[in-house]
Each structure stands twice: as C-alpha cells, then as structure tokens.
C-alpha cells in the first residue's frame, strides 16, 4: 500500500459514505434502536475545537452501538435564532438572516470534515419557517393550557444587548449577562412567560433518568423546594400579605414585617410623612444586583412605611418595613422578622431598636437578652399554646405542632415554596420566533389560527438593537386583523427565547419536513424518548431543565409521552488554550480545528481529543503532544501495509489471542462508560504487543488474523476513516467497515495462564510468586511456603496463620 494520507483517504470515505446513505437512520422494527444525540450547535461563526471535543467522543460512543446491533439515530442541526447568532451579524454589520445561512453553509462543511455518522437528510435549522412554524404551534398549545401568560414585571435587562434575560442567564456573583458579561439592570415590562413553576415538584424527581449527579444536585438546588408553612398577616387597613416561612414556630416572635422594595402593596401601605425617604430607598434598591442584596456582609439597611400590621399568632400590632434583603425574586416579596432566630432580622432589630424576644430557647438558656441570633435547637419559650416542645433539625416537634395548629384555627396552612421562577421568554429582538398572538381591542388575546402559521419574520427591518423590538418599529408587520372579529388588531412584537427553539429540536429531528405536525407520530412512537444525550453541564439550569418542562407541559397537552424527554445524559468537560486559560480571539489562544485537519488529518483530531483527556473533565490542548497520535496511527498504517513474516509458533499466537481478549474486555467497558482515553491507551498497547509478536513468527496463524480483524473493529469508532481504509485495501474485507458487528468476547482466551501473588511475612514484601491461574487457595498456600525465600523468615517454625486474598496477595503469619 502507498504511504499514509489523511487528507485523499478520509475525502474519499467521507463521499462515499454519504453517497451510499451508510448512515442514514430509518424505522426498523427488526432492531432495537438507539437514538444518539449531542446537543446542536449556534452558527455564530466557525466551529472551534470545543464542538469537536463535545461532538467526535458522541459520535465514536453511537457508531459503538452500532456495531453493538442497535438501530442508531446521530442527527445534527444548527440553533439558528438568538443572541449568538444576532450579535456576530451586528458586529459584522451584516443582515442576521444572511450572516446566518452563510455561517450555516460554512459550518456544515466543517462539521463533515469530522467523519462523523450525521443522518444529514435529518438536519434542521430553527430559523427556517418550516422550523419555526411549529415553535409557534407549541407556543399556542401552551397558551390553551394555560401555560403561557403575560404579565408586567421587573426583569432583568441587558443594556448591551437590549433585551430582557431569563433568570437563567444571568450568571455570576455580579449578575452579568451570560452572553456579553455585562451587568444587568432591572426593568418594568410586559412580558410572556411560561409557568414551568406548575412542574416544579415533578422536576425534582429524576427516577429513571441515568444524569450524572452533579446535573441533578444543580436542578435540586435551583429549584430549591422548601417546607413551611404560608401565613396571611393584615395591615391595620385590612391588606392581606402571604408570608411564607419555614419556621412556623417562631410566629410569636415575629415583632416586625419587612416588604421587599417592588412589593406592590409599598405604595399603598406607605403614609404620607414617609412617602418621599421609602421612594428614595426604593429606587435606590433597584439599582443594586441581587448579589448585593442578599449579601451577609453587607449592613442592613430599611425604611418605616409608618404603616403596621397584625401578628395573626398573638394579635401584637407589629411595624412594617422596606428593606432591600427581601427581594420579589423569592418567596412572596414579604418576611415575617424573628430577629432573635435570624441573622440578618436580628442585626436589623440592632440597628433600628426593635423587640428581640426569644422564642426557641438555646440549651442551658439563662433567659438574658441573646447577644447574638440563635438558629439553633432548643425548645419553644414565650409562645403558648406551644411551650416546652423541642425546636430543631433532629427530634423537634415544634415545626409540625405550629402547623397543625395554625390549620385547626384558621390562621395559616402547610405550604412548599420554591426557588424556581416562571421562565421569561419574552425578546426585544429581532432574529427569533415571532409570538404567535393578536392583541384584539374587544377580544383581547387571540392565537393565530394553525392556517395562518408561521408568522414570518420580515426581511425589510432596521434590526439593530434599540432596547424596543425591532419588529414593533416596523411600519407595517404588526398590523393585522383579529382572528375572532376581523377588525383591527396588533401582533405580538416581542420574539422567543432561542432556549424555546432548543427545547424540542430532538422531535423534529425525527422528520424535519413533515407538515401535518412537528413531527410523525409514527417516527415518534419508533426512537423517542432520547436514549443518550451529550452537551456541557453549564446548561444544567437552562436548556436542560427548559427541555424537561417542556416535555412534561407537551405531555399534559396529548403532544408528547412518557415523563423525561432524554433516558442517559454525559457531559464532556471543556478544552483550554495552550496557556490553560478559556480559548478566546482576544487572548489569541484560540485553536482552528480546520487548521488542525489540514495538518494532520481529521482520525487524528479525532484520537488526540479522545486521548488526551478523560472527556467528562478535559484539559489543556497541547500541540506537542498530538504528535504522538498521529506517530500511532502511523504505526497502525505501516503493520497492516507491511506483510507480516510467514510463521504458526503456537506460544506466541496463544499469547497474542489472549491480549486480543483482554483488550477487547476493557475497550467493550470503557465505550459503555465514555472512558475513550483509556480506549485509547488499550489500543495502542494491543498495537505494541502485535508488533512485537508479529516478529515472533504469528504471521500464518489464525490467531494473527483475529488479531488484525478485532484491532481495526475496536478501532473503527475513534479512527473511522484509516480503519475503513486497511479494512478493505490492506485486508481486503467487505466495505464497510461501519457495518460488521462488534467483536465477539472470548472470556476464556482472555484468562491468563499464570498469575504473579505478592507474598507478605508478617506485613512485609518477601517474594513474588508465579502460579498457574487455575490453582487453589490450598496449592497457592503450599507454592508459598515451599518458597526459599519465605522458608528463610520462617526459620523452621510453623506458620501460625496463612491468608489468600483472592489470589492478589499472601500474607503468612508467624
């Protein structure tokens, strides 16, 4: 054979893979299927080398389930609509539906410069129309359901970006915007949300789901589901404020209300004299990040509205206040104050001279004023009818006495609050999803009919950002008719968060052009749910759980089946620059896969990534070290090129078979466990063994011959293009490679004929001894003690104690 050529084999292959649909995914009621999917990338701009660490191990992991005899569904789209894309069209000046199908037909190019089994006839774009007609049909069934609503409310606004973010992505101590790391201010508007709160409880159980523990632990403590109970505390003026608390039996020691700065009963409750300090403390609340507020550092600050409310527990007519701790973004927006359990109401109390009573007891209490507030256990004080019962964590009682009695007499009821938040899908943007609602005078909100889906996005649009859609600007695009009355009506002007499109890409997936529905029920019925899913962890809170509500919500609407959309989720970790910082143009550490193939083929691209790091944590890229793949894949070409010398020694052929089974075993292992640097490391040193055995004289026998057909099988996955080339030129084996099963474990072959026992005398290494693999305790035992080395230690007596280990070690006792 000719000399090894990345670039003129894997062209070659990659055409006639895709000439002869070698991965096309079809319904076959013959096979199990197994539906692959990694998640889809923005086209922003060119691929860069962390897609292909996300997406060549997935691809190596779906054809190993392939051969394994499942029926492999590995699609591949593009999440077209959103910020990524929008902002590189501003940055360029260029239209954002032009930029963006000239980055698409670019990316797709790069994305078959992989060699990976993509269904390409399964592509979809969520900015096409035919994509996005039925992102707006799911709007509308969720809409019916009840499921979506707009309300007015503060948000969190970029003012970069000049949109509004869902709670989601707002990232870091410093609240910035996840996409331009700008700080985000907040905002009063109105906005469309969907109420993944209803789903809050079935979000937090994950029976079934095969997710790495770190995903669910991030969703649990997102959601944050916390018992208590809800109480309705009255101001004077007969206001109702919900309050929920997790501490019910510290009621009788609540001696004041605190009503977050956004409270919408502030305003109202607020008197005269006070009116103009509680303005001031409100705006400058808002100005400041959440982060800020919650901080326990920070000293606490407050405003008197001069209004008061009644304790519903003892009647005590207690003082309310503004404060910017108690925030809207959780609970209800109002806290009852039991300054001497809480640190922040207590260091309030300090400060403006309020009542500290104690009602839970520190142990050995000497019923002094506390120095300090106790959250601890103890036992209810000055709080009949509840005294005496131990308050805390373990044995405490006082928690369900309070609500039990709080239910008995009218004044409160058990209560679950969480964390989550509705998800705001509401943009001020242009390149997304267009709402699919008319706002009628008479009739107020109308879906659009399904007839008149999708509603399209104009082309002719000034679509820079102004912080007001540029859809509303637009002279005529929101002027219609109502669908109800026919008289004239407004289209929604606000398009869809690109976390929408993404949350049911894996369904039209399953047939991108029908259109009867998004997707055919017969397609769906065949490969849902998802069987593995792969993509980063840091969507653990945003598309992930989006994609989980939404399947649920679909579920609840007779769309979609079953209660989780994808079975088995990995995450890969994230690969950085050379310098060990995060790859990025303006640190110049960025590294161009394109340029990586050009040098040295994409099989090697492919085998570094996978090599070089364990996938789920990753590492830093090295360009020195990819030189040594590429010398082992080399070396693989050069022992199939070159005829192996003729000869049957039947020792060497035994051991070669042996290896051959052994690394079969832990390659078979770790492709089930996404271990593909170890898969790796095992297929180099099975090329090492078959290199040095081949001139040992195994040339002529069998045993040869399964060594080379199960090396290039195992091999197929990581390197397909160089495994389907010695497959069929240097073997001369029916193409294709990609199609023969997996290789089938012989255990027995795989068995060593001779272990090596450490054995210990008295705790310390003395001899290493060599048994036949097969032996029992009993002749290990008696090989031990006939050992010169160990008779030297016994001395002549008798052992008093002779342990086996499982044939790993041997400890002899004297």
């Not at 893979?17 to 999917?37: M, Q, S, T, V």
């Not at 859609?469 to 009355?485: D, G, Q």
Request: proline share 7%; glycine share 6%.
């Amino acid at each position: 054979m000719s000399d090894y050529i990345p670039s003129k084999i894997e062209s070659k292959w990659q055409a006639q893979w895709e000439a002869d649909g070698l991965y096309h995914a079809d319904i076959d009621e013959r096979r199990p299927k197994h539906y692959a999917l990694t998640m889809l990338p923005y086209p922003s701009g060119d691929l860069h080398i962390g897609h292909w660490y996300a997406m060549t191990p997935s691809d190596a992991r779906a054809r190993y389930m392939r051969m394994r005899g499942y029926n492999v569904m590995f699609p591949i789209g593009f999440d077209a609509f959103g910020l990524p894309a929008e902002n590189a069209a501003i940055k360029d000046g260029i239209h954002p539906m032009a930029r963006t199908y000239k980055n698409i037909e670019n990316m797709r190019k790069q994305l078959r410069s992989m060699g990976a089994m993509w269904d390409w006839r399964r592509e979809t774009v969520s900015s096409d129309p035919e994509y996005y007609h039925w992102t707006q049909w799911f709007f509308i069934q969720l809409f019916k359901k009840g499921l979506a609503y707009k309300k007015q409310a503060q948000v969190d606004w970029c003012p970069n970006c000049n949109t509004t973010l869902a709670r989601e992505q707002v990232w870091g101590d410093d609240r910035h915007c996840e996409r331009c790391k700008t700080p985000v201010v907040k905002k009063d508007l109105d906005q469309w949300y969907f109420r993944t709160t209803k789903y809050a409880e079935e979000l937090l159980n994950f029976d079934g789901l095969d997710w790495p523990q770190m995903v669910v632990d991030m969703q649990t403590n997102w959601i944050h589901r916390s018992e208590g109970a809800s109480v309705i505390f009255h101001s004077e003026q007969g206001d109702a404020m919900e309050v929920f608390t997790t501490r019910p039996d510290t009621l009788f020691g609540a001696t004041f209300m605190v009503l977050a700065p956004e409270h919408p009963l502030v305003e109202k409750l607020t008197v005269p004299e006070q009116r103009a300090e509680v303005s001031a403390y409100a705006a400058q609340a808002a100005r400041q990040t959440d982060v800020d507020r919650e901080s326990t550092e920070k000293e606490k600050t407050g405003v008197f509205t001069g209004a008061y409310a009644i304790n519903p527990v003892n009647d005590a007519r207690i003082p309310i206040w503004v404060a910017d701790y108690v925030m809207m973004t959780y609970g209800t927006g109002a806290i009852m104050a039991v300054p001497a359990h809480d640190e922040r109401d207590f260091a309030f109390a300090r400060k403006y001279d309020l009542p500290i009573p104690v009602v839970i007891a520190p142990p050995d209490w000497d019923g002094q004023p506390l120095e300090a507030a106790w959250p601890g256990d103890g036992t209810v004080v000055n709080s009949e009818p509840w005294n005496g019962i131990p308050a805390g964590k373990g044995d405490g009682q006082s928690v369900k006495v309070a609500i039990r009695w709080l239910e008995e007499t009218g004044r409160g009821e058990a209560a679950v609050s969480y964390r989550l938040r509705d998800w705001t899908i509401s943009r001020q943007r242009y390149w997304g999803a267009p709402i699919p609602i008319v706002t009628c005078p008479e009739h107020g909100q109308v879906p659009v009919p399904d007839d008149q889906l999708p509603v399209t996005l104009p082309e002719d649009v000034e679509w820079l950002p102004t912080g007001q859609s540029p859809l509303k600007l637009h002279p005529t695009w929101s002027k219609t008719t109502c669908p109800i009355c026919g008289k004239q009506a407004q289209r929604d002007t606000d398009t869809m968060d690109t976390f929408m499109c993404s949350s049911w890409y894996h369904l039209r997936y399953l047939s991108p052009h029908f259109d009867k529905g998004p997707f055919d029920p017969r397609e769906y019925d065949y490969w849902m749910p998802v069987d593995t899913y792969t993509g980063g962890a840091e969507h653990a809170t945003m598309h992930l759980i989006y994609t989980r509500f939404f399947h649920k919500a679909m579920r609840d609407c007779g769309v979609t089946e079953g209660h989780e959309p994808m079975l088995q989720l990995r995450n890969q970790g994230q690969i950085l620059g050379p310098d060990g910082q995060r790859m990025s143009k303006s640190r110049g550490n960025v590294i161009d896969p394109d340029e990586q193939v050009h040098l040295y083929g994409a099989d090697a691209v492919r085998t570094y990534l996978m090599f070089a790091y364990r996938w789920s944590e990753g590492g830093t890229w090295n360009t020195e070290n990819i030189q040594g793949v590429v010398r082992w894949l080399n070396r693989t070409w050069s022992l199939f090129s070159d005829p192996a010398p003729a000869g049957k020694d039947a020792a060497a052929a035994r051991a070669l078979r042996r290896k051959v089974h052994q690394i079969l075993q832990r390659v078979t292992r770790d492709y089930g466990q996404f271990e593909f640097n170890t898969i790796i490391s095992s297929l180099m040193e099975l090329l090492n063994e078959m290199v040095r055995l081949r001139e040992a004289g195994v040339g002529s026998t069998a045993e040869w011959a399964e060594a080379q057909d199960y090396y290039l099988r195992m091999l197929a996955p990581v390197a397909p293009h160089i495994a389907e080339e010695l497959w069929v030129m240097a073997l001369k084996k029916p193409y294709s490679i990609h199609q023969q099963p997996w290789p089938q474990l012989d255990e027995e072959a795989a068995k060593e004929d001779e272990i090596t026992i450490p054995v210990q005398v008295n705790g310390k290494l003395r001899d290493r001894l060599v048994v036949p693999a097969d032996a029992t305790d009993e002749q290990i035992k008696a090989a031990a003690l006939a050992s010169e080395a160990v008779q030297k230690y016994l001395e002549g007596r008798p052992p008093r104690k002779v342990i086996v280990a499982q044939k790993k070690l041997i400890n002899i006792v004297v």
